[in-house]
């Protein structure tokens, strides 16, 4: 709003012309996400409380010391970082851009679907929440839009096609099978990030290291000069979503002064769902899927310990870890909390240095 109100005066006003700056831009949206979470934080917090009475339901079958420490904690905090992000993206953001709508359709449709989950969770006072059925049908429908939206709008010979990491000439055109791996990633990533969200403080750091290694990705990408000097596949208008990444940085950032532990609020289904499938949606946009897998290397372990235990039982009555996802493991293993999240917390930076990687080894 403020580039498309503010730019075309830069002829009269020289300081305007830093709003045709894409790192301008984005650095804008990231303080102005934090401001509003950190000014709005206290406020939507004792609203969460006051509704909710009794917070979040907590799972009897998880570890015991959750039913002392996190019983009475409000959720939904997933509110404020989608409050602070949108509002910050419109701000900042090129609002011609369709990959810009594109990234907020699935944000906002995901975040509606969470809210739902847990709203039922606190009205019902029942950790089910949403039907898994009816939560997956709604993720896909919304993905399959958006994944049609983009392939509309990415020139040939990237229409359909996957790039894969380390290769500079490689891409391997899928046609129309394009469209259920897009959607695949988009669901998988928001589920992935919501099954991470566990423990306070645990999912929010490694996506503000995801999504600020993918700010840099979807500035290198959009801009013809760094790309083709990285060997990397050009994508015109994919720069324009390191303003909604910088946005969420500081949205995130803001949301962590309220959930680092002990936490005082959660993210619920309302945040995770969200900010996951934004992430799986950029990746799409800038066909840096693969990366995502590297990036978000914390969050396909935790899917994959999910996917293992429930085989693994299913067949042979046996668990292969304590608990699943493998936070909760560690926890049974007698791991403090702070330390589990912690060391997930490193290993999250060292997958996102291994993607990053990906940019120049080609």
């Known amino acids: ?34 401001f509003l979470a950190l000014i709005f934080g206290p406020a939507m917090i004792r609203w969460l409380k006051k509704k909710q009475r009794e917070g979040q339901p907590i799972r009897d079958d998880g570890p015991e010391s959750h039913l002392l420490t996190k019983k009475g904690t409000p959720t939904m905090g997933g509110f404020l970082i989608l409050f602070a992000l949108v509002v910050s993206t419109l701000l900042w953001a090129d609002l011609k851009n369709g990959f810009v709508w594109a990234v907020l359709l699935v944000t906002a449709g995901y975040g509606l679907i969470g809210f739902l989950d847990d709203y039922l969770k606190v009205s019902k006072r029942n950790v089910k929440g949403l039907p898994g059925k009816i939560k997956l049908v709604a993720q896909v429908a919304l993905a399959l839009a958006a994944t049609l939206w983009i392939m509309a709008l990415t020139k040939e010979p990237l229409t359909s096609a996957l790039t894969v990491p380390f290769f500079k000439t490689v891409l391997i055109q899928m046609g129309w099978f394009y469209l259920p791996f897009a959607v695949f990633v988009v669901v998988g990533a928001s589920n992935a990030v919501n099954l991470t969200d566990g423990l306070d403080g645990l999912a929010i750091v490694p996506v503000i290291i995801a999504t600020a290694v993918f700010a840099l990705i979807a500035y290198v990408v959009g801009h013809t ?106 926890e049974k293993k007698g791991w403090a909390e702070p330390t589990v999240v912690i060391r997930f917390w490193i290993i999250a930076g060292i997958l996102a240095l291994a993607g990053l990687t990906t940019l120049k080894l080609r």
């Open 1 to 34: 709003m403020l580039y498309l109100l503010l730019f075309p005066l830069s002829d009269h006003i020289n300081v305007l012309n830093l709003f045709r700056y894409l790192t301008f831009r984005t650095a804008g949206a990231v303080m102005t996400a934090l």
């Open 225 to 330: 000069v760094f790309s083709n000097y990285l060997q990397l596949h050009y994508v015109p208008g994919a720069g324009e979503l390191a303003v909604f990444c910088g946005a969420l940085v500081g949205a995130g950032i803001g949301f962590l002064w309220y959930n680092a532990p002990p936490a005082m609020v959660f993210m619920g289904d309302t945040g995770s769902l969200a900010i996951g499938g934004a992430l799986g949606t950029i990746s799409v946009v800038t066909r840096h899927e693969i990366v995502l897998a590297i990036v978000g290397g914390l969050f396909v372990l935790e899917t994959v310990s999910v996917i293992v235990q429930v085989i693994s039982f299913k067949l042979t009555g046996k668990r292969v870890f304590r608990m699943a996802p493998l936070h909760h493991h560690f």
